[in-house]
């Protein structure tokens, strides 16, 4: 069996590889989608589910697959959601219809599944303390480049050649990381050799996590509370059935008895919720009130995401020498200061000024998400690094998710029915500074529970 150390640059190259691809297409199909409407003559709502349904299984599979790396092998779940994520994303590239195009999506989504909760974990299982956030940071770094490089290679790839070249252009990515896995990743890891998987509690989770999303996603229509409510009742039905339980799929004692990852948790979802939306409300700012077309608005855009990857490395090597949660804290710190700034921006507002706020964000949040993963995942015992690594990725899609959902709520009752336009320019202005306000005190309470 090989020593740790003699995989610790394979594990951080096949981590670093599967880290950029799910960000990568999430980005890259988003700007697709207009072609996709094109091909297919397709409804607005059903193009939008094109994206969601691959967010939202991946989402609901996050846990249920951490709880079964730790008992079948972190290594073979992490394999296996590769050859699922290459195999779907071929298929995708050959959809004759947006049905097949969907469904195709959601396999997807669960191999990425597979991979996010596993790499994380092999990741902290394979470094030491020591070097673990440097890990993390580069790690990091990778989803970052893959957010950032998405909207201008996949914008090239339609142009050029069609939306399809994005699902076959991921491949190489994929196979590249399946031969570095099975070739140099030799040792294998189990958290819990023998346990059992609860079936039941995952069905639950799944139930509660997806009408949970589906409910936000429609706000402010009625539906959306029924939606939300039932989500609320199921999360109730899978903490009694986890108590319950022998071999839980998500050790809710991590969270009564291990306040870091507790607080460390709700600080991660804190954060994608004060920060995720900064971008749609970005975009819509520079290319409504300063007139900017949506690629002159994109490279505006990007100085947020380019210095989170160039800083997340440092930042996580920072938190191998100093208290990790101490450095996100002074993340969120500096995340607080860069929302409260873009609550004063107007009309006239340079885009010098704006590009270093975005900057300051960027600043911050590389900050906070290098330590804050770091912190999450050693506050844990070896055998549930991947039910850790799980609930980390959902806390941010629940904080993604509302994320849009506050902004959507608040352009809702402030817009009602009308559109943006000129006649409409001071209602977008004020809900941005409302919208900017509530996120700058999520944010504000978010710097206790980092540093707690």
């Known amino acids: 069996m090989p020593d740790d150390r003699s995989i610790e ?16 297409m999430i980005s890259a199909v988003n700007v697709a989608l207009p072609a996709i409407q094109k091909e297919f003559s397709v409804s607005a ?19 249920p697959f951490g709880k079964l790396a730790d008992i079948h ?11 699922v994520f290459v195999l779907f994303s071929l298929l995708t590239a050959f959809s004759i219809s ?11 989504g669960i191999g990425t599944a597979m991979i996010v909760t596993t790499g994380m974990a092999i990741l902290t299982s394979v470094f030491p303390p020591n070097k673990r956030g440097s890990a993390i940071g580069i790690y990091v770094a990778a989803v970052y480049i893959g957010l950032s490089l998405g909207p201008f290679v996949g914008g090239a790839l339609t142009h050029y050649f069609s939306w399809r070249s994005i699902f076959i252009a991921i491949v190489p990515f994929g196979l590249v990381s399946i031969y570095i896995t099975l070739t140099y990743l030799k040792k294998e890891w189990v958290g819990e050799r023998g346990g059992k998987f609860d079936t039941i509690g995952s069905i639950l989770y799944g139930f509660a996590l997806l009408t949970l999303i589906y409910g936000a996603s429609l706000l402010p229509n009625k539906t959306a509370y029924f939606m939300m409510a039932a989500g609320v009742v199921g999360f109730i039905a899978f903490a009694k059935q986890e108590q319950r339980a022998n071999s839980p799929v998500f050790e809710l004692k991590l969270f009564r008895n291990n306040k870091l990852f507790a607080f460390s948790s709700l600080a991660a979802l804190i954060n994608y919720a004060a920060t995720f939306a900064i971008t749609f409300l970005l975009s819509l700012y520079l290319q409504f009130i300063k007139g900017m077309n949506p690629r002159s608005a994109g490279l505006i855009l990007i100085t947020q995401p380019i210095v989170m990857a160039v800083l997340s490395p440092l930042a996580g090597k920072w938190s191998d020498r100093i208290e990790p949660r101490i450095i996100a804290s002074g993340g969120m710190a500096v995340t607080v200061l860069g929302l409260v700034q873009l609550i004063a921006i107007g009309e006239t507002t340079s885009i010098a000024y704006l590009i270093a706020i975005l900057s300051m964000l ?5 900050l906070f998400s290098s330590p804050n993963m770091n912190a999450v995942m050693s506050s844990v015992e070896k055998r549930h690094y991947g039910i850790a690594s799980g609930a980390v ?8 998710m509302f994320s849009m959902a506050t902004a959507t709520v608040v352009f809702t009752i402030i817009f009602g029915k009308l559109q943006i336009t000129p006649l409409t320019y001071a209602l977008f202005l004020k809900s941005f500074k409302i919208i900017l306000f509530i996120f700058s005190l999520i944010c504000t309470v978010g710097i206790f529970f980092s540093f707690s």
């Not at 709502?45 to 846990?63: C, D, E």
């Not at 960027?362 to 590389?366: K, V, Y």
């Not at 990725?393 to 993604?400: I, V």
């Open 98 to 108: 947006v049905w097949m195009l969907i469904i195709l999506r959601i396999f997807q």
């Open 362 to 366: 960027g600043f911050g949040f590389a």
């Open 393 to 400: 990725a959902t806390m941010r899609l629940l904080g993604q």
């Open 9 to 24: 640059t394979p594990t951080l190259m096949v981590a670093t590889f599967s880290s950029f691809m799910g960000p990568f």
């Open 45 to 63: 709502v059903l193009l939008s589910w094109i994206a969601t349904s691959y967010l939202l299984s991946t989402a609901v599979f996050l846990v």
């Open 73 to 83: 092998g972190r290594k073979k779940t992490f394999a296996f959601g590769l050859m």
